[in-house]
């Protein structure tokens, strides 16, 4: 039974990155920092996630959800050391809620979405604890996308 929740749980969690990857995707370089949450591209999709399952399901806890900017060599994609100001990995992390939890790396607002957009990854951390005992398996979903040219 319990691999059968479990998979049942980690499928919630693919769609439920599917959903946010199209988001972010369509909403490109959004942001308006100037209204209440949700008020970037990023926010928007783990609302959008959050309704259609990233914190619906009691079988799995998020605990963490990754927004990369992503480089493609020769076909290959590694995440971007640069990033604005700094040359620190630019990654946003939010917690399911879509809080923010560490500065934000990547501003929605410099992304690329013109006739060379760029490249992104979502990653959902998630958890799920054995119906019987306390043995808890820690998983993730990677999802690896482009951003979408806007009208």
């Known amino acids: 039974m319990n691999a059968g929740f479990y998979l049942y749980g980690a499928n919630a969690m693919q769609y439920a990155a599917d959903i946010g990857v ?6 490109g370089n959004y ?41 493609v060599n020769s076909g290959v994609f590694s995440d971007a050391t640069t990033c604005g ?25 410099v992304r690329n979405v013109g006739p060379t957009p760029d490249y992104a990854k979502l990653v959902i951390h998630f958890q799920y604890t054995l119906l019987i005992g306390t043995t808890t398996f820690m998983s993730t979903t990677i999802n690896l996308f482009r951003l979408e040219p806007q009208q």
């Open 31 to 71: 942001d308006n920092t100037g209204i209440p949450q949700p008020n970037n591209a990023d926010t928007v999709a783990i609302a959008r996630m959050d309704s259609d399952g990233l914190i619906s399901t009691p079988l799995v806890k998020v605990t963490e959800v990754d927004i990369y900017k992503e480089t």
């Open 85 to 109: 100001a700094g040359s620190s990995l630019c990654e946003n992390i939010y917690a399911a809620n879509g809080t923010l939890m560490s500065g934000l790396m990547w501003s929605p607002a």
């Open 22 to 27: 199209a988001t972010i995707a369509a909403e």
